[in-house]
C-alpha cells in the first residue's frame, strides 16, 4: 500500500478473493502503520464514515462468518468486528483473533419490505405465505441466525425463496424489488429507504457488535482505531449512533 493512498472500501462475496487480495495487496499495521480492518457488511456505511479522512487505513467488508473464514484461511488483517458473539467466538477459539472482543453496538431486527410494499405486508405471519418472494440472511450469518430464533419462537414458518450471505446483499434486492420482504438490521432498511412493517413479535431482537484486534499486542495505529469504536465520543461510536447502532 503507497504511502498517502486514500482510504479503500472493499466489498467481498467470496472468501478466496478477499484472502487474495488482503494478503498480497495490503500491508498491516506492524509493517508501515498501515491498518486493515475487517468488518460486518451492516457497518458498510458507518466505515464510509469513519476512514474517510484516516489515510493508510482499509476496510474489507462481507458478512461476519465469511470474514472469519477468510482470517482462518490466512487472510492479513489487524481488526476483525463481526455483528454477533458466535462469529466472533469462532474466530478467538480458533486462534485468528487473540484480542480481547468488546461490544460497540447493537442492532435490532426489522420486518423489511420492498418499496411501495407491493406484497401488501402487514405482518410477520405474511412470511409464510408462498405467493410472496421472501427473502433471509444464511443460518450461519449473524443476521440470519437471529431471524431463525425470531421466527421459531414466533412460530412462524417462513416460505423462503433466497438465502443471503450478507444482510447488506439481502436489503438491496428488496430495494430493487427482487423480493417482497425479508428480515434485516434496522440500519440496513433505513440505508436501503425500505418499509417497515410493524412486528411485535421482533421486540428484544437484536445483534451486539464486537471489535478485537488480530494480536494480542496491536501496533499503536490498530489501537487508535479500536479506541475510535470503543471510546464513547470516538468517532466510531459516534458515528454508530448517528446511523441508527444501538448503545453497547
Request: charge should be negative.
Amino acid at each position: 500500500m503507497a504511502t498517502g493512498s486514500i482510504t479503500r472500501l472493499r466489498a467481498v462475496a467470496a472468501a478466496g478473493a478477499a484472502v487474495s487480495m488482503v494478503a498480497a495487496g495490503c500491508a498491516t499495521a506492524a509493517d508501515d502503520g498501515a491498518v486493515v480492518v475487517m468488518a460486518a457488511s451492516s457497518l458498510t456505511d458507518v466505515m464510509e464514515t469513519v476512514f474517510e479522512d484516516r489515510h493508510r487505513a482499509t476496510a474489507v467488508m462481507a458478512g461476519s462468518a465469511t470474514l472469519v473464514a477468510q482470517l482462518a484461511a490466512g487472510a492479513a488483517a489487524d481488526i476483525l468486528i463481526t455483528a454477533d458473539a458466535a462469529t466472533m467466538d469462532r474466530a478467538t477459539a480458533d486462534g485468528s483473533v487473540r484480542g480481547t472482543p468488546a461490544v460497540i453496538a447493537t442492532n435490532a431486527l426489522v420486518l423489511a419490505a420492498a418499496p411501495g410494499n407491493p406484497g401488501r405486508v402487514t405482518a410477520l405471519a405474511d412470511l409464510a405465505r408462498p405467493d410472496l418472494l421472501v427473502g433471509l440472511c444464511s443460518a450461519d450469518v449473524p443476521c440470519g441466525a437471529l431471524a431463525r430464533q425470531a421466527l421459531q419462537a414466533a412460530q412462524v414458518a417462513p416460505s423462503v425463496d433466497t438465502l443471503e450471505l450478507s444482510v447488506r446483499a439481502l436489503a438491496t434486492k428488496l430495494a430493487l424489488g427482487e423480493l417482497d420482504a425479508g428480515l434485516v438490521y434496522a440500519t440496513d432498511a433505513a440505508a436501503a429507504h425500505l418499509g417497515v412493517v410493524d412486528a411485535p413479535e421482533l421486540d428484544g431482537h437484536a445483534n451486539r457488535y464486537y471489535i478485537a484486534s488480530v494480536s494480542a499486542e496491536p501496533a499503536p495505529a490498530v489501537q487508535a482505531v479500536i479506541d475510535d469504536f470503543t471510546d464513547p465520543g470516538g468517532i466510531g461510536a459516534t458515528t454508530l449512533q448517528a446511523h441508527g447502532f444501538g448503545p453497547p
